[in-house]
């Protein structure tokens, strides 16, 4: 069985310092899950886009400012990138750290539980310079 | 359902100044998908092979630039590593980058579409130091 | 069909001097999946918690060196970190790391065989710094 969801979100990566923007989407990634008639399966997360990733992180602030710091010093903003001197919009390491990141991420569940660990939530990492919408596609599987 | 297709490629790392090949499969993962009987559900790319990797990226040469400047920074190719000290194959660095950026990517679809943002390109990163084939495996899944 | 596995492990990232462990899991995961009634589909591996992650590389000893370095020059240990500041339990970098490799890993499999590179080992990459207890989910999709 397949059923397919999706998440919106607003994503406004201008409003902290770093200009990164980590979203906590477990609760409602359980939701979606809880709703279908699926007990044990997997659900693919999918952020369609080139400058947004998923992943898991402990969800608290003082890890989240290091893992922007860690961005910041492997992917830096303010270097050259030949995206920018082409298009002029200032994200080249927007789509780099997405790259990197990685647009997916599947998460089984049994008995509609997901099988996270107690301090894992599933992210949405948006790493471009402007306010945005957000689409993340669930695609859950399993009977 | 399940359904295996596999998309066969020529990398040919040497061929530029960064010796890293990133090729733009989108169109042959959307053929391969188009042509099963499933309409909705999820396409798991997995490339063998310990230095190439599989990703998504807004496919314009800039940014491939970009990209390819990331990995020289974080992993480069001109410093020690044990495994070249080894085996003398001098492809320490790709199998590093390999590690780093993942074999596999998801892609979930719906009546037969992939669900990628307009600029969201699927690509093999060939990390290695040396022309080769790779296979890339796709496991279609679905209803 | 989905059928659920686990793999336990004990891993202890203090017995090398990196404080990293990694593990080589091919083996029981080939195990797992051969045991089922699934003949093609895909297996997706998650690991629960939030400071270790799970990738593919050639599991020779210099490159688990050479890995191992790449994340001591990307995430560093010996820098300050929010979260150790807070709660003083020093391992800021091991969330950092494993965020950045990913928790999931999906991999192929037809007539029970697994889609693996000849030199292509499946690994738990552990990045806490104290030993401790780890399961990994194995959910076995397919027909």
Redesign the interface.
Known sequence: ??I?KTIQLHADPTANQQQMCIIDITHQVEQQVTGTDIN???V?L?V???TAGI????F????L???QG?WE???PKNIP???????GDGN?HS??R???????????F?DKRL???T??QIVLVDFDNRPRSRQI?L?I???
């Open positions: 069985m397949v397919s044990s399966g997997i693919t999918f369609a886009g080139s992943s898991t992180i402990e608290e602030s003082g890890l400012s290091d893992f860690m010093r492997n992917a990138y030949d995206h920018n001197r082409r298009w080249g789509h780099v997405a790259s990197l990141l990685g647009a997916s991420l599947v998460v089984p049994n099988s996270l660990g301090w894992q596609v695609q599987m399993g009977e």
